[in-house]
Each structure stands twice: as C-alpha cells, then as structure tokens.
C-alpha cells in the first residue's frame, strides 16, 4: 500500500486511498490510551422508493439490484481497511440504508460470513438490518436470522394508511402489523420504528398508533419527530404539519405512553425493556468508534494522538468502482481538537444517563477542563445535572437539547 500522508486538523483528501497504518500513528496534540468500542456500519443504498422527507444516501431501485457486484465491493472496501483495524473487537454491526431487506437473505449470509472471515467479533456481537414492510415477504425475515442477523429493525413510522401514503411509504398498515409479527416470531429482540407530527395528524390518532406499536410488546420503540430536511422533496414542497407547540404535547404522551408500558426512554427518540438497548447506537452515542463500509458510508475512527473521520463514494456506481480498486474513500479528515468537545456532547447528552466525566477525556483526549465553563453554564440555566463523576441533562435538558447542545460549540 501506498505511503499518503494523513492531513492535518480540518484538511482533507480525496484520492479513495486507505493510508498506511503509520501515518495514522503520528505525534499530534491529543493523547489516547486503549481505544473505544468499535463498530462496523455497512450501508445498502436501494430503495424501492425514496420518501420525500428522507435525506439519506438512498436511490431508488430501477431495475434489478446489484446486489453480488455491491458485495464484492463491500468486501474489497473492508479488506481495504484492515489494516487500520486490525486486532481490535467488533461489538456491533448495523445493516442500514436504504432498505437493506431488499438485498437476498443469501446476499446477507454471504457479506456476513466474509465480515467473520476478516473481522474479530465479539461473541455477543449485536447484528442488526433494517427493514421495511414494504419487502416483507412470510418467513423472509426468519431467513434474515438463518443468515446471522441478531437483530431486525423494521421501519412502520405509522399503522394508519392515509399517514403512511402523506409520507411516501411503500407499505400500508396491514403489511406492517404482518411484518412485526413475523418479526417477533423470527427473532428475541427488534426494535419498531415510529414517526409523529404527521401531515394532518391528531393527538387521537397518534395515541392509536402508538398503542397499536405496544400490543406487539417491541422490545425496543424508536419514535422520531417528522421534520423537513434540506435538499428533500418536502423542503421543495411543505406538507403542513403540526404546530410545534402540538409536536411537544404529543411527545408528552408518547413518553407517558411508553412508560406505562414498561418501556425505558434511555435516549432522546429510544425506549428499551430491560437490557434491549441498541448496542450500536449506544456506542455513537458514547462516542465510540465505527468503521463506515458502503456508499455514502461515514466512520471515525481513533488512534493514539487524532480521531479521524472517513466519507466513502457516495453514489453506488462510483463507490462500486472505488472499492473494487481499493480507493473506497471520497474523503477523510482529522477532528479538530476544538470540535472534539461539541461532538462528544452531540451524542453524550442524547443519553437519559448523560456520561462520565472520565470517559470524556478517554474519548477525546482533553482535560475535563475543556468544558468546565459550557457545564457551568449549563448547570446555570437548568439543562444538566452534575456531580463529580457523571454529567446527565434534566428534563429541561432533554427538551431544549439543541441549545444544550450548543454550549460546547467551539467560540
């Protein structure tokens, strides 16, 4: 392999190239110990169709998938990154899009299979695909668990038909309920995924739709605000939403909901039973490490004295042709040690249970006094809570987390 340079703070590069394992081992201002967690995040962009509030790297799907040539590429791209990784554990793996149930349960057992092969995992590796019931097809998600998959996560957003069509969805609500109890026949543990502050939506049909999501008992419920995203056909064409001071009074009930059910908010749009937490989500936002494989894909990964943070080819024929060369990276910068605080805190404070003090100088690298002044502020004005080993935010915290947030933005 070549010998490239890695960049200084807020440079980039972009000719696809992995670099040399020693280039990422140079002096720098930072200093680390063991690094964090790792994670593998493996993008599939198709879709059947793109939803009009999505701004994710998803393309729809005219004609026949790619799926062995997208493979193959995806194995060339993590062969590619070995040796940046090697030696360390994989604790989660996350198969998300797009709409990865589209790829064959055989595709899936193949790129699988090839990840084992090449990666250390650990033995309860979470391994989680997304779904959507639009693909759903009877015992199609049992073969997802036949080829390894640990975990499904199957996007519903909402049971009620005239919802589902306002937003673009492929699926109507009957295909949902059918996906949700083939996926909770198929696997121990999914997660549900819901939306709210729908075009035209009520409180009282946002309380059938959430009441719908718990008599299938998911072990664990996304729930995400609807908003408009740039370059989205929404932001071209507004549907009319909910007011905000509506959005805010159905989080309240959703949350009330929720916890009457037994379900945890353990994190800003998440709620778990027990021990059904999303690995991998936990480990974004613990500022863990993560290797990004696919088109559009995005990772950051930590050495000793830098974090760095890696973009694939975006558009899946371009990536495909990259990565079959062994250049699967569009760009690639190092962090700069005056963001590292705001993107700590960008995850961290997602969390009901905040972090410790001492992991955020293990995963940044800088002295809690970094943030001594933004943590009095926001002790100040009531959106955290301290003591001397975890910072948390209050309730106030969790519903103003922009400006919270904000605080530790670089001046």
Known sequence: MSHIPILAAGEERGDGAIADPVHYMRMGTLRFGAPPPLSLYVHLPWCLRKCPYCDFNSHESRGEVPEARYVDALIADLEASLPIVWG???????????????????????????????????????????????????????????????????????????????????????????????AASAFSTFNLDLMYALPGQTMAELEADVATALSFQPPHLSIYHLTVEPNTYFAKHPPRLPEDDDAYDMLDRITAMTAADGLQRYEISAYARGDHACRHNLNYWRFGDYLGIGAGAHGKLTFAHRVVRQVRFREPELYMRQALAGRPLARENDVARGDLPFEFMMNALRLRDGFALEDFSARTGLAVTAIAKPLAEAESQGLIERDLHRVWPTEKGFDFLNDLQGLFLED
């Open 88 to 182: 360390r554990t994989v604790i989660s793996i996350f198969f998300g899009g797009g709409t990865p149930s589209l790829f064959s349960p055989e595709s899936i057992e193949r790129l699988i299979g090839a990840i084992r092969a090449r990666l250390r995992l650990a033995p309860d590796c979470e391994i989680t695909l997304e779904a959507n019931p639009g693909t759903f097809e009877r015992d199609r998600f049992r073969a997802f668990r036949q080829a390894g998959v640990t975990r499904l996560s199957v996007g519903v957003q909402s049971f009620d038909d005239r919802h589902l069509q306002a937003i673009g969805r492929v699926h109507d609500g009957a295909q949902a309920r059918a996906a949700l109890e083939e």
